[in-house]
């Protein structure tokens, strides 16, 4: 019996976090929707319901009971899988968050965090190659180019963290920030995180992946009602993890506390504030930012840390 409950309970926990991280999605888009409206100087979802709180849930209903349409010549079973598995690696990462009650105890966090990252670049490259569309193929590859170029300084700055940490578990990041915030003792590093962080996300400046100028909408453009949907829910799935691990790296990682939320939500706030002001990024400029500015940034700081690191061992 006992045996039986320690199976299913770590099931039922992981299935009402991802609920609630969806629930969660949804509040995003609807935030996202109200700042971009205000910044705009227009109001935003305010038809449906009190100042148009059930909003998001209308659209979800819509996308999915819309006929699925798909391209005659497209790859069709990797066309109408790659959503789902994009989806599925976003919600994949939320397992690492270092939950007291021992959901899953992941003594290499950050690595698995690294792992699903890195997988997450297959299902855009598949969407945009399976949709058999110029515009769908060119939005794919260079969403992969721009991953791949910063995911090397993202896991560069981890590492310099998991130096001053000295572990790969998320729970010791708690313990080292219960006196002070590593945003004091790494403030460079933080900015360049939060700048690799918009990038990883496909967000602006860094939306190449989805130019609407030059690439129509990029690599979903082949994608309408469920297709789009799940797209749409793991990129905001992926935000939303990213302020997560933001607030847990730099800013204390209590997550039993509620200011830990309004940090996370705050961060959100900041993915979309960043998104209604700064205009989208000229392509060679994102590369020559990746590799010739934070790169050479990053493994100068892992290098500083690691000295500081020998030198403070060796008194």
Known sequence: ?????????????????????MVGVAFLTLLERKVLGYIQIRKGPNKVGLFGVPQPFNDAIKLFTKEQTYPFVSNYLVYYFSPIFSLFLSLLCWLCIPFFIKLYSFNLGILFFLCCLSTGVYPVMIAG????????????????????SYEVSLALILLSMIFLVGSYNFFDFFYFQLNIWFIFLCFPLMLVLFCSLLAETNRTPFDFAEGESELVSGFNVEYSSGGFALIFLAEYSSILFMSLLFSMIFLGADINNFTFFLKLSFLSFMFIWVRGTLPRFRYDKLMFLAWKSFLPFSLNYLILVVGMKILFNSF
């Open 1 to 21: 019996m006992f045996m039986f409950v320690d199976l299913i309970m770590p099931f039922l926990s992981s299935l009402i976090l991802i609920i609630l991280v």
């Open 129 to 148: 190659w399976s949709s058999n569309s110029n515009y769908a193929l060119l939005g794919g590859l260079r969403a992969v180019a721009q991953t791949i």
